[in-house]
């Protein structure tokens, strides 16, 4: 009887342990998993960042004398859906560069319903505007503001700086883990000074 208890026990504790090891190795799975998806977020975050520093730059460029090198920006609940400007297109030449940001879906974060944007980028070409390139449909602030050279409010014609704020939502993979529920966000900004744009 003490032989059949002792093995019962020892069944017992080793199904506990194989439990204990499986959660174990769960848990490091999907920790890897998290930590990759959060370096390609970043890694696409930053990439769009700086492709929109660069294009951004390039505002004002032989901008035709009697227009100004901004044509249109319009901002709707904090978020910038409506930039258009002389810039440079991608054949490098001097073409009207356009953004547009339209609503895709929304998610929750922290019980909250929040809204995801996508930004898509146009230039001009012969008569009609024509999308080239944009971003993923996860944004949760896109923001542009013109600025003086003195950092005051501006509009199109005393507009020598931009101020740009994004933020990315990254959703997670294991929607079962009550601490990943929501979404996190990535945030980047920066304030330019394109020189076709200084007076």
Do not use: C
């Amino acid at each position: 009887m003490i032989v059949i208890y002792d093995h019962l026990v020892a069944v017992l504790v080793g199904g506990v342990i194989l439990l204990l090891l499986f959660n174990v190795h769960q848990r490091v799975n999907q920790s890897s998993v998290e930590r990759t998806m959060m370096y390609m977020a970043k890694t696409n975050t930053l990439a769009l960042a700086s492709y929109l520093e660069r294009d951004l730059m390039t505002a004002g460029f032989n901008t035709p004398p009697i227009e100004s090198g901004i044509l249109a920006h319009g901002t709707t609940n904090g978020i910038t859906d409506t930039l258009a400007f002389w810039g440079v297109g991608a054949s490098g030449a001097r073409t009207r560069i356009a953004y547009g940001v339209s609503f895709v879906d929304s998610a929750a974060i922290n019980g909250e319903v929040k809204p995801l944007y996508q930004l898509r980028r146009y230039e001009r070409q012969g008569g009609t505007f024509v999308q080239v390139g944009g971003s993923g449909p996860n944004l949760t602030q896109f923001d542009i503001q013109l600025l003086t050279e003195g950092n005051l409010e501006a509009d199109f014609f005393t507009a020598a700086r931009f101020k740009l704020r994004l933020a990315v939502a990254v959703f997670p993979n294991f929607e079962s883990d009550a601490h990943l529920t929501g979404y996190r966000q990535l945030r980047w900004g920066v304030t330019l000074d394109p020189p076709g744009l200084q007076q």
